[in-house]
Every structure is written in C-alpha cells, then in structure tokens.
Nanobody
Framework: QVQLVESGGGLVLAGASLRLSCAAS????????MAWFRQTLGKEREFVASISRSGGSVAYADSVKGRFTISRDNAKKSVYLQTNSAQPEDGALYFC??????????????????WGQGTQVTVSS
C-alpha cells in the first residue's frame, strides 16, 4: 500500500510555470506506475500525465502535451509535474495517483488504486 501527498499548488498568472510534487510513503515506490489527474467543479476527473515504474515511458493528455512534463525520483519516492505556459483552463485540483498492476502506462481513472487529496492550481489571466 502507498500513501500520497501532493504539494506545490497555488495561484499563478497565465504563462507562468509551476512545479507540483507528490510524495509517497510506504514500501516499493518503484513498483508503481504514477500519474497526475485534475478535476474542476462539476466535471469528471481527467487524465493529465503518467509515467512508468522506471520513468522510461511517459504519456500525456493532448491538452498538456508540449507544456507539461512528468518525472519521478524513485530514491526520493516522489513524482513531479512541471507545468509551463499555464493557461486559465489548466486551473483545477490536481491529484497524484498510483497503479500497481498494469504492464503499460494507464491513463484511465479506474485503473489507479491509490490517490492523494489533491493540490489546487489557479491560473489567473
């Protein structure tokens, strides 16, 4: 089992950058595929980015491709999301998630077993 705690959210101006962090506790962090999702009020949680256990493979939603970068540090049991050129539509509650079973990089909400509480990102125009 793994516990996840996100941090790094806040209020930024459009075009600015923000780095979100997710710290994991528990054993064997490197056994988990990791991902970031986001959700705004009244909408379903949507996939943002995911990364394989080793960090060698990544996947992105089309809406963030080229602007966001997901990375991980297994020694620090952490996963990160660098958000560049933030836009107002990127404002959301961002969640970190972990998947222990898949041999590919999942992008669906239902495929993730563990979730953090979220960190709020607000982008002002």
């Amino acid at each position: 089992q793994v516990q996840l705690v996100e941090s790094g959210g806040g209020l930024v101006l459009a075009g600015a950058s923000l780095r979100l962090s997710c710290a994991a506790s528990g054993r064997l962090f490197s056994n988990y595929n990791m991902a970031w999702f986001r959700q705004t009020l009244g909408k379903e949680r949507e996939f943002v980015a995911s990364i394989s256990r080793s960090g060698g493979s990544v996947a992105y939603a089309d809406s963030v491709k080229g602007r966001f970068t997901i990375s991980r540090d297994n020694a620090k049991k952490s996963v990160y999301l660098q958000t560049n050129s933030a836009q107002p539509e990127d404002g959301a509650l961002y969640f970190c998630a972990a998947n222990s079973k898949a041999f590919y990089i999942p992008t669906a909400t239902r495929e993730y077993d563990y979730w953090g509480q979220g960190t709020q990102v607000t982008v002002s125009s």
